[in-house]
């Protein structure tokens, strides 16, 4: 079992305040994970990832946290902002050449 | 650069016909992936080129045929469309020794 979860398929924030993106997945084997971040009209572009070997990874207003125990990844956005308005991916390498993805979340920031 | 480009960008088909979705990198990346996005199935992948000569089955494969015509270019066939392959397709690439991949902006397929 390979999957990769993701089941707020919706969030609406205040512009300002944090966002917590849920992301779970199945297989204790996977040792890597990526977030894509997709506006409409566009394709998905990497935002931040982080390895089975960390339990956080941070750049600028991005943290990701895994808890591999409970395997279960989070991304924070914080402090949100408009431009933050997109649909979020959550993915892991299944092998050295493909990744699985999660449903997505689409993210509204509210001014 | 121009990264990932993917031609073209809208087509609307009908049942049987044919048609071949057109990709293309210029990072010199050795893998090349094709997905579908369908509404709340997240990116599903078709077909990938782990390298120029080589092709393998994704997830949903299919309906679908590819080409790894050099290591710029890889294109989709659909052979004889059918309406479940309405989707938003994207190709995408990257270095074999990274994570990360670099998508196209996307083709809209419609299948009447």
């Known amino acids: 079992d390979q999957q990769v979860k993701q089941n707020s398929p919706s969030l609406s924030v205040q512009e300002g305040r944090i966002s917590i993106l849920n992301c779970d997945y199945t297989?204790?084997?996977?040792?890597?994970f990526l977030w894509y971040k997709k506006y409409p009209a566009e394709g998905p572009t990497f935002l931040i990832s982080?390895?089975?070997?960390?339990d956080k990874n941070e750049d600028g207003r991005f943290t990701v946290f895994l808890n591999k125990s409970a395997k279960h990844l989070s991304l924070h956005i914080v402090p949100s902002q408009p431009g933050d308005s997109a649909v979020y991916f959550c993915?892991?390498?299944?092998?050295?050449?493909?990744?699985?993805f999660g449903p997505g979340t689409s993210l509204s920031v509210i001014p | 650069n121009a990264g990932v480009t993917q031609t073209p960008k809208f087509q609307v088909l009908k049942t049987g016909q044919s048609m071949t979705l057109q990709c293309a990198q210029d990072?010199?990346?050795?893998?090349m992936y094709w997905y579908r996005q369908d509404p709340g199935m997240g990116l599903r992948l078709i077909y990938y080129?782990?390298?120029?000569?080589?092709?393998d089955k994704g997830e949903v494969p299919n309906g679908y045929n590819v080409s790894r015509l050099n290591k710029r270019e890889f294109s989709l066939r659909l052979e004889s469309a059918a309406p479940s392959q309405t989707s938003v397709y994207f190709c995408?690439?990257?270095?074999?020794?990274?994570?990360?991949?670099?998508f196209g902006p996307g083709t809209r397929l419609t299948v009447l």
């Open positions: 993915a892991a390498p299944i092998d050295y050449d493909k990744v699985i």
């Open positions: 995408a690439s990257k270095r074999t020794a990274n994570r990360e991949q670099f």
């Open positions: 080129s782990a390298s120029e000569g080589t092709t």
């Open positions: 990072m010199n990346h050795n893998s």
């Open positions: 982080i390895s089975s070997i960390k």
């Open positions: 297989n204790s084997m996977f040792d890597y």
